[in-house]
T-cell receptor, first 114, second 115 residues
């Protein structure tokens, strides 16, 4: 059974640019959530999607956005990149997002903003 | 508000030693779930265990064991006879129906096992 797949794994962007990260959840999983991990702030919740609807959003500026497609695949976008956006972005999937579900993570996308 | 505290920032042990990673949580919800994840240098968060708030039974899986105590709001993780491959950062996390589908993570404990 394939796990959570994230692409790209590594990328370098310049300040002011935008970036799109992709996530394919485990087959059958309809909930996808995104987390940002930095040395200073640790793991922080970005947003969660279920059936193409955003159900919750963390405390991040509007430059961070996402969407989910009908096949449950998800993308997140960061516009007008800042140096502080350099981080590991992790995607997670679960069956329904219900707190009782097991939540599985992908390998993450390492973003460096220069 | 929910909070997870992993007071141990770094732990270093010699192979074959036992090591316990502490996790203390705060929540007002009566139904919640606790998780432990392992993060090797590659970055992936590897799921280790999920425990619900109504099940205080301790669990053992091979060299891993977990001690859940609601009375002290703790969910500690013990590795018996540690191996070099156990070296990683370990995260404890909490989620409940009122957390909006979001995992609240502790800051993590970096475990180094040396030969």
């Amino acid at each position: 059974k394939a796990g959570v797949t994230q692409t790209p794994r590594y990328l370098i962007k310049t300040r002011g640019q935008q970036v799109t990260l992709s996530c394919s959840p485990i087959s059958g999983h309809r909930s996808v959530s995104w987390y940002q991990q930095t040395p200073g702030q640790g793991l922080q919740f970005l947003f969660e999607y279920f059936s193409e609807t955003q159900r919750n959003k963390g405390n991040f500026p509007g430059r961070f956005s996402g969407r989910q497609f009908s096949n449950s695949r998800s993308e997140m976008n960061v516009s007008t990149l800042e140096l502080g956006d350099s981080a590991l972005y992790l995607c997670a999937s679960s069956l329904t997002g219900f707190s009782g579900n097991t939540i599985y993570f992908g390998e993450g996308s390492w973003l460096t903003v220069v | 508000a929910q909070k997870v505290t992993q007071a141990q920032t770094e732990i270093s042990v010699v192979e074959k030693e036992d090591v316990t990673l502490d996790c203390v949580y705060e929540t007002r919800d009566t139904t919640y779930y606790l998780f432990w994840y392992k993060q090797p240098p590659s970055g992936e968060l590897v799921f280790l265990i999920r425990r619900n708030s109504f099940d205080e039974q301790n669990e053992i899986s091979g060299r891993y064991s977990w001690n859940f105590q609601k009375s002290t709001s703790s969910f500690n993780f013990t590795i018996t006879a540690s191996l070099v491959v156990d070296s990683a950062v370990y995260f404890c996390a909490l989620v409940s129906a009122n957390s909006g589908y979001a995992l609240n993570f502790g800051k993590g404990t970096s475990l180094l096992v040396t030969p």
